[in-house]
Every structure is written in structure tokens, then in C-alpha cells.
């Protein structure tokens, strides 16, 4: 049997393209190797790094398969409404909506079914208790703008739909006196904790968007969905750049032989992405919770892990390392 590797794994949001997510996380579960050593999630992202931890929590790699499995099976369209309340098409209705209308008008009783769904699939004082590996969600201060990072002891439902509270859709989730809204606004996914906090040398980025774009968005379109891709990703891309500067920065200073200088060298990076498909979606399709889609989407997910594990070489050292100068230089 293959020598166990302990990732961190950092965890993008992205509405119902987590379901790509839940496909990498699937593939790797069946690799005998796999461990967590923490997670951070945003948005959906969080939802999976829960589903991850509470399976895993209840019945190892395999049991954590099944609560992925479950908890996408669940949010996933009622055939019966194939014709699409949430599908593609009805998403762009729905931001045009929006646009005018406050969740606190559309919605004022501020109905949200994931709360039913996740009290019905965590027992969150047996995870907080109990949890197999760290977990750390990031939520956004709706009035100080500050991230606000909820972590496996102290976890509860509020603290979910907080990371995964978009504006548009949701009234705001009060915590302790504070509100939050989505955590994609402050860290998308978060990285700090994972690099500061653990041991462990790697780290895998599972991200929903690509890093970059290829062509310069000139319709209105396309300029609103960009508009609404910078929003959820720069601070992320602020803190890979801080990331790489001071990796550059601690090779031109060898004699620096602090803890955390001689960690920050050793970090290895690595990532999944999204493939052309997911890429090129309409951001409408975050609302998209129609069961083929969903079902399509995991899939691409399994397929890009099974390249990253490809080239992963033997799986004992995880040795190819995502080029982080050229992206975020």
C-alpha cells in the first residue's frame, strides 16, 4: 500500500460548480494515500470541506465519498422541475431580478433550505468534538469588510450559510451580533491558516474559475460577468502573490533559518482547475442545480483529479508543484 500524504486543501466557491469540487474530492478518495490534514472553505467550498470532515468523521475516505454524495443528491432540482426554476436560463432572470429587488423584499422570512439540509446531515456538536482534521471557514463582515475565519470548534449551521450568504440572494446572517455575506468577498479560497497553522508542506488548491482570462470582455455581458469573477478571486490572488514574493525573497536570504523562513521555502503548492467546459460557463450556471448538470459537473471534476494524480509521479511526494511565479507575478 501506498505511503499515506497528509494535503491541505483549500477549497474555492462557486454556487453549483461545487459539484466539480465534489468530483476531484471523490477521485482522491479512492486513492489509498490521501489524508487531510486541514481545509479551508468559502461558499461552496465550505459546504464541501463540511460534507468532507462530518463523512470522514463517521466512516473514513469511504464515508466521507457517501456524505458528498448525499449532500449534492440532495440540493440537486427535483426532476419534476426539469424544466428549470434554477437552470441556466432562469438564473439570468433571476440576477436581472435582483437587481432591483433585496432579498429582504423577494424574501422576508428569509427561507433558506440549506439550513433544513445541513441540520439534517451534520451533527455539529459531535464534529466540533470530534472532527478528523482542521477545518476553517471564511465568512465576510458585511459593515467592517474583514474576513472572519469559523473553525471546526466551534462550527454551527449559521456559521455555513454565512460563508455561502450571497447579497443578492439572502439576507444577511447575523452571528454573535455581527453580519456576514458570502466569504468570497474577503478570501476565495483562504490560505494563511493553512500555511501558518499546519505542519504540513502541501498544499492543494481546488478552484472553480481559472487564474486568468484569454480574451479582453467587450460586451456588456461579459464585462459584468468579469466584473463579478475579479470581486470573488482578488483577494486570493493578493495572497498567492505575497506567497510567492516571499518565497523569492527567503531564496535570495539562505542564512534566514527561522521556523517559519525555513517553512515558507519547503511550502509546495498544487492545484486543480477548472477545465475549458467550466470555464467558459456562464456565471448564471452557479444557480444551476439541475441533477445532469450537477452529475456533468462532478464528473469533469474526477477527470481533471485523475490528471493531477497522473502527474503527481508515484504519489509518494506529490512532487510537481503548480508554476506560482507565472500566474501570480
Not at 55 to 76: D, H, I
Not at 78 to 89: D, K, R, T, V, Y
Not at 145 to 153: A, E, I, N, Q, V
Not at 163 to 173: E, F, G, K, T
Request: glycine residues 8%; hydrophobic residues 45%.
Amino acid at each position: 500500500m501506498a505511503e499515506a500524504i497528509s494535503l491541505n486543501l483549500a477549497l474555492q466557491g462557486g454556487g453549483a460548480h461545487g459539484a466539480f469540487t465534489w468530483g476531484v474530492l471523490d477521485r482522491l478518495l479512492e486513492e489509498p494515500w490521501f489524508r487531510v490534514e486541514a481545509v479551508s472553505g468559502t461558499s461552496a467550498g465550505a459546504m464541501n470541506a463540511l460534507m468532507l470532515a462530518e463523512g470522514w468523521r463517521k466512516g473514513g475516505a469511504s464515508g466521507a465519498r457517501a456524505q458528498l454524495e448525499q449532500f449534492w443528491r440532495e440540493v440537486t432540482q427535483p426532476a419534476s422541475l426539469s424544466a428549470g426554476i434554477l437552470s441556466e436560463s432562469a438564473g439570468v432572470l433571476w440576477q436581472s431580478l435582483t437587481s432591483h429587488l433585496s432579498p429582504y423584499d423577494l424574501n422576508p422570512f428569509d427561507i433558506n433550505p440549506l439550513r433544513g439540509l445541513l441540520e439534517q446531515m451534520v451533527d455539529f456538536n459531535g464534529l466540533n468534538r470530534d472532527s478528523p482534521f482542521r477545518i476553517y471557514i471564511a465568512a465576510t463582515d458585511v459593515l467592517s469588510g474583514r474576513l472572519k475565519l469559523f473553525t471546526d470548534d466551534q462550527l454551527q449551521v449559521d456559521h455555513l450559510l454565512a460563508s455561502a450568504c450571497l447579497p443578492s440572494l439572502n439576507q444577511a446572517i447575523e452571528i454573535d451580533g455581527h453580519y456576514y455575506w458570502d466569504g468570497g468577498f474577503a478570501g476565495n479560497p483562504v490560505l494563511y491558516p493553512l500555511l501558518m497553522e499546519s505542519k504540513k508542506l502541501d498544499l492543494l488548491m481546488i478552484l472553480l474559475q481559472p487564474l486568468q482570462r484569454d480574451t479582453l470582455p467587450k460586451s456588456s455581458q461579459a464585462i459584468a460577468d468579469r466584473v463579478a469573477e475579479l470581486g470573488f478571486q482578488t483577494t486570493f490572488m493578493r495572497e498567492m502573490r505575497a506567497v510567492v514574493l516571499m518565497q523569492q525573497r527567503l531564496k535570495r536570504r539562505p542564512w534566514l533559518l527561522g521556523g517559519l523562513e525555513r517553512r515558507f521555502r519547503r511550502l509546495r503548492f498544487h492545484m486543480v482547475g477548472p477545465d475549458e467546459t467550466l470555464a467558459g460557463l456562464h456565471r448564471s450556471s452557479k444557480l444551476d442545480t439541475r441533477g445532469d448538470f450537477l452529475l456533468a459537473l462532478r464528473d469533469r471534476g474526477r477527470a481533471q483529479a485523475s490528471v493531477f494524480i497522473e502527474k503527481s509521479g508515484d504519489k509518494l511526494g506529490l512532487r510537481t508543484s503548480c508554476a506560482l511565479k507565472h500566474y501570480f507575478l
